[in-house]
């Protein structure tokens, strides 16, 4: 379940004929951005909101809530793509670590208040292998933009004294990473949002867009602009093979005693995740529970979005599984546990692209990596469509496009045999302690576009 379906709805429904200069579907993270943004670059402007279900119903409302600075995609790819190669990609990796800064001072501005602490990320590497990995990650960070203090590699001690996860072999430290609680977030910037003047309706599917006219099932919109951020949900709007919907699955715990977070440590509340090809994304949250998510179904046939994100019994125990091997003695009790989708193109790159004479812009791709992206994709559509140049209008996955998925059943075959490798993989280096990454998990990233 979602934490937003607890919530009493706040939003009316779409019904009637109407016009509005901005048109956007879909009430996540990225379609707030670019209204709020919108707004702010021009505030006489008539901009509305659609969602077809509730404000941050989407994975905006279902994440682990890392305001991480992972760009969307690799950033080697979007180096070779562009003109300006490297020092592009350099540029793009820098307005994300930047935005983090940016996100968190317009929570402050806005007063927003969505449990956010800048504490950082710390990446578990659970074998030598992973180690080696983390490694190379970090050589990679350096090379696109990062400074030695913004990826910092531990040791086994240094890591333990942060966060006491039995066995670890090291990991890195990332400071420019803020935990939040999702769906206060997404809630709390559709108030801002709404208070800046957007209309924002709920329970508002569009069921077509056609260059300047939305259908909704209880009326129609003409509009000037139309922005598509539907994300994993995009299919109908983009075609099914553009991007597909991965699946996230999470579980929180029970808060945990005293005693427990004596013998865990995690005072500095740093996001945390690990160099498993399987890897799992985590974070203590401001009522002390632990929130911590994995792959689950990875991807269901057809573009499936898994409805209202129903998880199942096997996926809570082996996220279970995973905190009691990270922390062997301590009973954790899952409480809750949903499932999500996020958009993965075809190279794993995601993008922001505006049509000028169709009136139609879409930021979608993120792959995982969306709420930075989301903040980043939001604002940059709002000033392409407005006709701002600015740092981010350039930035290399502005017009960027992945080829098509393949047809079904193929990608079905193929993101399920990815997964299906990766295990494999993990469980083959663990238990040979391996030094190097296995075989079988690059055949695994190849076949699955990760690696080009
Ligand atoms: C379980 C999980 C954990 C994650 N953890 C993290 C994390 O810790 N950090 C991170 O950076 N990223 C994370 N992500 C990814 C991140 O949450 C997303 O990339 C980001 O929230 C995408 O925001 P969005 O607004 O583009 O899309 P969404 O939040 O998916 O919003 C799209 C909205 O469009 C609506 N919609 C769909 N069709 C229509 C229609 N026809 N008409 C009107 N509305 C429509 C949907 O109902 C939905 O609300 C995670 C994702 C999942 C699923």
């Not at 508002?204 to 598509?228: E, N």
């Not at 792959?367 to 709002?382: E, N, Q, Y």
């Amino acid at each position: 379940m979602s934490n937003v379906e607890a919530e009493s709805p706040e939003y009316g429904q779409y019904q009637g004929d109407s016009d509005v200069d901005i048109a956007i579907i879909g009430g996540g993270l990225t379609g707030l951005w670019a209204a709020y943004f919108a707004k702010q670059l021009e505030p006489s402007l008539k901009v509305a909101v659609f969602e077809a279900e509730r404000i941050g119903y989407g994975a905006s409302g279902r994440n682990g809530g890392w305001v991480s600075a992972l760009v969307p995609g690799n950033r080697k790819k979007f180096a070779k793509a562009v003109q300006g190669g490297v020092d592009s990609a350099k540029a793009f990796q820098r307005e994300f670590i930047s935005s983090v800064n940016t996100i968190l001072a317009t929570l402050e501005k806005e007063d927003i208040q969505a449990d956010q602490h800048k504490g950082g990320t710390l990446s578990a590497a659970h074998t030598a292998a992973g180690l080696n990995r983390l490694k190379a990650k970090r050589s990679a960070d350096l090379a696109y933009g990062l400074d030695e203090s913004e990826v910092q590699l531990l040791s086994p001690a240094d890591f333990q004294s942060r966060i006491n996860i039995a066995g670890v072999h090291g990991g890195l430290y990332y400071p420019d990473v803020a935990r939040v609680n999702p769906a206060k977030l997404v809630r709390g910037l559709a108030a801002a949002a709404s208070r800046l003047g957007v209309d924002i309706y709920e329970h508002s599917r569009v069921i077509s867009a056609a260059s300047g006219l939305l259908s909704l099932g209880r009326g129609t919109v003409r509009t000037g602009k139309t922005f598509i951020c539907t994300e994993g949900y995009s299919g109908p709007f983009l075609g099914k093979r553009r991007l597909i919907p991965i699946n996230s699955s999470m579980i929180v715990t029970r808060p945990l005693d005293e005693a427990a977070w004596e013998r865990i440590g995690w005072a500095g509340l740093e996001c945390l995740n690990d160099s498993a090809h399987t890897f799992i994304y985590a974070q203590r949250t401001a009522d002390n529970r632990i929130a911590i998510g994995g792959r689950g179904t990875p991807y269901r046939f057809a573009s499936g979005t898994g409805g209202h994100g129903q998880t199942a019994a096997s996926t809570v125990r082996q996220l279970t599984g995973r905190l009691e091997s990270f922390f062997p003695g301590i009973r954790f009790e899952p409480e809750h546990a949903w499932s999500g989708v996020l958009g993965v193109t075809r190279d794993w790159n995601g993008g922001v692209n505006w049509d000028p004479a169709a009136g139609i812009g879409s930021s979608i791709g993120y792959a995982g990596h969306g709420v930075t992206a989301a903040f980043v994709g939001g604002r940059t559509l709002a000033e392409l469509a407005l006709d701002r140049n600015t740092v981010r209008t350039s930035l290399p996955w502005v017009g960027y496009r992945a080829r098509n998925w393949e047809p079904e059943p193929v990608r079905w075959l193929g993101v399920h045999a990815m997964y299906k490798l990766f295990g494999i993989a993990d469980s083959w280096e663990e238990a040979r302690k391996a030094r190097q990454t296995s075989l079988i998990a690059k055949f695994g990233s190849r076949l699955a576009g990760l690696h080009e």
